[in-house]
């Protein structure tokens, strides 16, 4: 019932940018801190964005912050992710969840590439 669905991803250049989003549906979207998470191929599930149910706080890992912007849209029930400043390293699929527990199954993600 509970469903997300990511979209955005490209192939952009290094320094380029890309803005991701994350449709949710399936219950009641504005309740729930969401967070976005990445993973490259023979690296393991790494988080990199969480942001509260109304919006008001907002939190990074090291790796991304001050390059990504994590907001949403309640009324939409979407959750997006700017991105600038790509680097290589941000080559991942993108992954959208609740705040744990997470949500099983996950949606299908949205594969970036930055070339270099």
């Known amino acids: 019932q509970v469903q997300f669905v990511e979209s955005g991803g490209e192939m952009v250049q290094t320094g380029g940018s890309l803005r991701l989003s994350c449709v949710a549906s399936?219950?009641?979207?504005?309740?729930?801190?969401m967070r976005w998470f990445r993973q490259a191929p023979g690296k393991e599930h790494e988080f990199v964005a969480e942001?509260?149910?109304?919006?008001?706080?907002?939190d990074y890992a090291d790796s991304v912050k001050g390059r990504f912007t994590v907001t949403r849209d309640n009324a939409k029930n979407t959750l997006y992710l700017q991105m600038n400043s790509l680097k290589p390293e941000d080559t991942a699929v993108y992954y959208c969840?609740?705040?744990?527990?997470?949500?099983?199954?996950w949606g299908q993600g949205t594969q970036v590439t930055v070339s270099s």
């Open positions: 399936g219950f009641t979207f504005k309740w729930f801190a």
């Open positions: 969840n609740r705040r744990p527990p997470y949500v099983e199954p």
């Open positions: 942001i509260a149910g109304d919006g008001s706080n907002t």
